[in-house]
């Protein structure tokens, strides 16, 4: 699909992905409607954060994904959808499972049915490496087993399944997308890179985190919104699910150190018990084989790690703490 002006939705636009790929696809020429948790501030999240000329070509949608009749509403003379809303923090799912069903399953359901209805042409749906659980092999393809380890990954799981089954029931052309561990700017403090950073630019001589030996593939956030509008204009995505990573891991004791070498090396990194996941929750190691993305779209993310850490940090320099909590557990 060429996207240049067609009428798309983005669901959870306001969010940490959802805002860069708004960005992204106003610069390809879409007609966007950005799809926003309704809230009494009016605020619209991230997308606040976007250039004024971006901002100013946006059509802002405000909602609730668990609604079937606000999503409907969103939903018609879309020509495609970013399905990106969901919630996305795994300690939280531990003791509000509920609202995780609520969100990440029926919200995925109200969004495919409404697809179904309209004959929406192209339709991605979000999943998360964390379906995949603690690997088995690795690099690990799409045809990896999915282990639910967290409420959270379970929830996700639900989604994709479901959205399998409308392209298997209905030929709704829908694809499942699958970023491994995305950072960048505009990230909240509930992901561990953002933790990092934000504690040592408080000051704090102790940088407090949870296990340390569990290893990731880290994408910038850019490559990650770049992938998702190059799967979008590929043709014969249809039913298949997609990695966006890097081939690349790292230990996160490793990416602490990284990190705090470059803001201050003094600084010590502990474990904190307070911090640690239910040890048949945690998920050990993510790392991603992203050859069917390359073969579709001929795109791959950056490997360059440290290139995309700088360029955090220095967003977190110019931008302050404000709303960033140093000396408190984010989940």
Request: charged residues 25%; aromatic residues 8%; proline residues 5%.
């Amino acid at each position: 699909m060429d996207l240049k002006g067609k009428s798309v939705l983005l669901t959870g636009a306001c969010g940490f992905i959802g805002s860069h790929l708004a960005e992204k696809l106003v610069r390809r020429g879409c007609r966007l409607k950005a799809f926003v948790y309704y809230n009494s501030f009016g605020s619209n999240g991230w997308l606040e954060d976007l250039p004024a000329e971006i901002l100013s070509e946006i059509e802002i949608f405000s909602g609730d994904i668990r609604d079937p009749n606000g999503v409907r509403t969103a939903m018609k003379g879309m020509q495609a959808v970013f399905h990106l809303a969901a919630l996305i923090g795994i300690p939280y799912s531990y003791h509000s499972p509920d609202s995780y069903v609520d969100t990440n399953i029926k919200g995925t359901l109200n969004v495919l049915q409404s697809a179904r209805d309209f004959e929406t042409e192209k339709v991605l749906v979000t999943s998360t490496s964390e379906v995949y659980g603690t690997a088995i092999y690795a690099p690990i393809d799409e045809k990896h087993p999915r282990q639910g380890q967290s409420p959270y990954s379970a929830t996700k799981i639900g989604a994709d399944v479901l959205s399998e089954s409308f392209y298997r029931s209905f030929s709704l052309p829908v694809t499942i997308v699958r970023p491994f561990n995305t950072f960048g700017p505009r990230q909240s403090a509930r992901a561990v890179i953002p933790t990092i950073i934000t504690q040592l630019l408080a000051g704090r001589k102790e940088v407090r985190l949870g296990l340390l030996s569990p290893k990731r593939d880290m994408v910038f956030v850019g490559d990650t919104a770049e992938a998702f509008c190059r799967i979008a204009e590929c043709e014969g995505t249809a039913g298949r699910e997609i990695n966006i990573a890097t081939g690349r891991e790292i230990s996160i004791g490793e990416l602490a150190d990284k990190i705090k070498n470059m803001i201050n090396p003094d600084a010590s990194i502990v474990s904190d018990e307070k911090r640690l996941r239910p040890e048949a929750s945690e998920v050990m190691r993510l790392m991603g084989d992203n050859r069917l993305l390359k073969e579709l779209t001929g795109f791959a993310p950056s490997d360059d790690l440290e290139q995309g850490l700088a360029a955090t940090t220095e967003w977190f320099r110019r931008r302050g703490l404000q709303g960033y909590k140093t000396d408190i557990y984010n989940i």
